[in-house]
């Protein structure tokens, strides 16, 4: 697969990271307690208990979770949260970890003819002088990740966490190769896709959870040569989320 493909991919979901938190206005909030009735005291990510608020939700949410929301206010009204979708555990995990790669850490690894030993290397000398518990299962969950042919980076742009994850598969009956894609954006919310070549081109396509996070993406392809399709998608997960119950619980 052309190495350029995921560099449009990169490029996409990275674009001004500080202009997507802005025009979207994506919110990550923690759920402190249920009050009943669909009401919930949350507080944004990092804020202090004081700054803790009630809110109504259109969905069901656990307390405990950490969720990506917007957030609705009316005149008179409780504040409203909209379409939360709840933050998969490697995009937590890995962000409270010192475990990440930078943009251009990432474009060399992609560049590289074996991505996987690279990072599999990386995480083995990070394993051996990894010094509490936290730190050496989220090195052990990025093992496992690749144990099972998906690659899963934490990154960090501009100040902001993500989580990429890609895949690579092979159709034995066309001969053909694709990669599938799957990023948790701090200022994006989820998004899932596919990249593959056709006839000697290439085509992307990603889904998105909120209707804002793709406005703002599909204002960013204007200057793309690569066919990319953006649509709507209610329920979209990790490629591989490990099972940390299969890692032994090891004192260091």
Known sequence: MNISALSTILNLVTTNPNEAKALVKLLSIDVLKSLGDGK???????????????????KPLNEGERYWALLSHKKNELPKLL???KQPLPFQNLQSSSLEY????????LSSKNP????KYDLLEQLNSATNKDEF??????????????????????????????????NKQTKKTAIDFYASLEFLGPISGLIWL????????????????????????NDISY?????????????????MECILDISI
């Open 40 to 58: 919930y005291l949350v507080s944004e990510k990092n804020s202090s208990a004081k700054d803790a608020l009630t809110a109504q939700s259109d």
């Open 83 to 85: 379409n939360p979708m």
């Open 102 to 109: 930078s943009l251009k850490d990432l474009q060399t690894i």
């Open 116 to 119: 996987q030993n690279i990072v």
């Open 137 to 170: 299962t989220n090195i052990a969950s990025m093992l496992l990740s690749l144990q099972n042919q998906t690659l899963t980076i934490p990154l960090n742009y501009q100040g902001y966490f993500s989580i990429l994850q890609f895949k690579k598969r092979y």
């Open 198 to 221: 056709d006839e000697g081109k290439i085509s992307i396509e990603l889904s998105v959870a909120f209707e804002r996070s793709k406005q703002f993406l599909q204002n960013s392809i």
């Open 227 to 243: 066919g990319v399709k953006i649509s709507l998608l209610e329920k979209i997960e990790p490629l591989y989320n490990a099972n």
